[in-house]
């Protein structure tokens, strides 16, 4: 035992794997009445049939060692930001075993929140997408299966199906498929000149279209829309966006913030458009452009249409392998589904009871996804399990940087701190007195301070927020006291 503490991870698991066997052969040779007739007969013809005999000894304890490999082999399905922070974290936390990383994409895991800014706008290359480098793989010893695709979990096995029919052994198991752009079912949603934005293939396809003077739909005034139409018209194309809500990021700010942005993206030129619902798409006589039709009968042309009205989870996976699935793959505060060998992280998964809001919800954001990727990571490594934090969101558009920490249904009451106008300030939402989210334009000390009094659950009153007199950190003294 002394020398297998010298050896690395790898060649310790082999030896104690060998020594397993080979204790369990000892056991089942002395429990057999007869001899194996086939390896006793091989043996009596001397040499030759020893040979054969250690030969079917060897495949046997190949198979049982390749076995036991797989049952110390994490495999992570999904090639984001939450599969690769998972594989690396197991690495950090000292899991022995092999660790497989599959991504249905043919590139390193990439960061998806610059796609619909920085990228779309050809201000960076793909290259600054990477998340982690190549180098961060091989130093961690996680094995990168890139542009493969999962077709099947087979839980009693143990395996992970490819679609070239391979099958992979697991151990643990984690599932970060993120998800998916969710379509438009009215008709003619598939004519060639209307786009989705989710992946790098996706942004590439709709660039050549992002020309001066073209006119560009976008359906939805979410975050992708928004994003995208600061933009587009910053490039001078001419843009509209149709929300079918009263107002844009409905269900995500207040009233006053929605018509802040409104205002803003308005005054650049884009014609937004609320309570209007798309309801079919027909393509033009030239058949390069699109009209895009309307409940009311109003229809507007476009060369071309970007759709961008939420995310699909994709769960279809964890169905399949009969996991629990709502809206998200049901997991617990250490991102662990139904089957305890099994874990989900990301866009994919949905928190049974958050630790934070102390409710079921599933969360689409980046630092959800690490999040849960960190919790995964300890559990598997039987460490502790991290406490879930305050959800915080942000999103670029134009020069402004929006940053949002807690949810803000069912708030009571709102407190605007610094002027609107001025384009720097912070609505707070509070319900029964208490500061339960922040959403902060331009200034990052004030979101900082925010995230503490969030997190804390502090109790401020409305008009000591607003009063910019009195800086936010005595706030949280006071508060604190």
Request: net charge positive; hydrophobic share 45%.
């Amino acid at each position: 035992m002394r020398q297998l503490a010298a050896l690395s991870p790898s060649q310790s698991i082999r030896s104690r794997t060998c020594f397993t066997i080979l204790r369990a052969c000892k056991i089942w040779i002395a429990k057999q009445k007869k001899p194996d007739q086939e390896m006793a007969a091989r043996a009596a013809t001397g040499k030759a049939g020893l040979l054969q005999v250690f030969s079917v000894i060897g495949q046997k304890m190949e198979w049982a060692m390749n076995q036991g490999e797989a049952d110390r082999t994490a495999v992570i399905i999904g090639g984001g930001q939450a599969g690769a922070e998972a594989a690396t974290l197991l690495r950090q936390n000292r899991f022995e075993g092999g660790i497989m990383l599959i991504g249905s994409e043919p590139c390193l895991p990439y960061m998806r929140p610059p796609l619909s800014k920085s990228f779309l706008a050809r201000e960076t290359g793909k290259e600054s997408l990477i998340y982690k480098a190549a180098a961060a793989y091989e130093r961690a010893g996680v094995e990168l299966r890139l542009g493969a695709a999962v077709a099947e979990i087979d839980r009693i096995a143990k395996q992970v199906r490819l679609s070239s029919g391979e099958a992979l052994g697991y151990g643990k198991l984690v599932i970060a498929t993120g998800g998916r752009a969710r379509k438009l079912p009215v008709p003619g949603s598939d004519l060639p000149n209307i786009f989705y934005l989710r992946t790098i293939a996706d942004v590439e396809d709709l660039q050549p279209h992002m020309e001066a003077q073209r006119r560009l739909v976008i359906a939805g005034g979410g975050y992708i829309g928004l994003e995208a139409a600061a933009v587009a018209v910053k490039r001078g194309l001419a843009v509209t966006v149709l929300e079918a809500a009263p107002r844009v990021l409905a269900r995500v700010t207040a009233p006053d913030v929605s018509s802040f942005y409104e205002s803003i993206h308005r005054g650049a030129g884009v014609d937004i458009r609320t309570g209007v619902t798309v309801t079919g798409f027909a393509a033009g006589e030239d058949g390069a452009a699109v009209t895009v039709e309307c409940g009311g009968g109003q229809k507007f042309a476009a060369d071309f249409v970007l759709i961008g009205i939420g995310l699909t989870p994709n769960t279809e996976l964890a169905e399949q392998a009969g996991l629990d699935v709502d809206d998200g793959i049901v997991v617990d505060a250490a991102s662990r589904s139904s089957d305890p060998d099994i874990y989900a992280i990301g866009d994919c998964a949905k928190h049974a009871h958050h630790g934070f809001l102390r409710r079921r919800i599933r969360l689409e954001s980046v630092p959800n996804a690490l999040e849960q990727a960190r919790a995964a990571a300890a559990a598997i490594t039987g460490r502790a399990i991290p406490e879930a934090p305050a959800p915080w969101f942000w999103s670029d558009q134009y020069d402004l940087k929006l940053q949002m920490v807690g949810l803000s249904d069912g708030y009571d009451e709102l407190a605007i701190r610094g002027k609107m106008e001025s384009c720097s300030f912070v609505a707070f939402y509070l319900k029964e007195g208490v500061v339960i989210a922040a959403d902060s334009v331009n200034r990052a000390g004030d979101f900082m301070a925010a995230k503490r009094i969030i997190g804390e659950r502090m109790a401020i009153p409305r008009v000591r927020l607003a009063d910019e007199a009195a800086p936010l950190k005595s706030l949280l003294q006071k508060a604190a006291a």
